[in-house]
């Protein structure tokens, strides 16, 4: 069973830090491309930052350039995102995702909630 769980989300004040896990089981994590998704109240879930199989590859949305990194660690299967310099507008369920070939993600996470107070 495909399982991945995110954590690490929580309430920041705009400015802060925060830093998300996703751990994932039941794949060959190591041969995954894994992204990071999220998605605010009203709107529709947009893609945050992806990393290739080997972490040598990542790519993220212009409003997050400079302030989220996406990195990974294959021997403990697992994804992280670094989110710096929080802001109001980066409030969201986040939501970690694995996928074997473009371009759909096929497995997905349950969502982590992060709050940026103003």
């Known amino acids: 069973q495909v399982q991945l769980v995110e954590s690490g989300g929580g309430l920041v004040q705009t400015g802060g830090s925060l830093r998300l896990s996703c751990a994932v089981s039941?794949?060959?994590?190591?041969?995954?491309?894994m992204g990071w998704f999220r998605q605010a109240p009203g709107k529709e879930r947009e893609f945050v930052a992806a990393i290739d199989r080997n972490g040598i590859t990542t790519e993220s949305t212009d409003s997050v350039a400079g302030r989220f990194t996406i990195s990974r660690d294959n021997a403990k299967d697992t994804v992280y995102l670094q989110m710096n310099s929080l802001k109001p507008e980066d409030t969201a369920v986040y939501y970690c995702?694995?996928?074997?070939?473009?371009?759909?993600?096929?497995?997905w996470g349950q969502g982590t909630q992060v709050t940026v107070s103003s």
């Open positions: 995702a694995a996928r074997f070939g473009p371009p759909q993600y096929a497995f």
């Open positions: 039941g794949l060959t994590f190591s041969r995954a491309t």
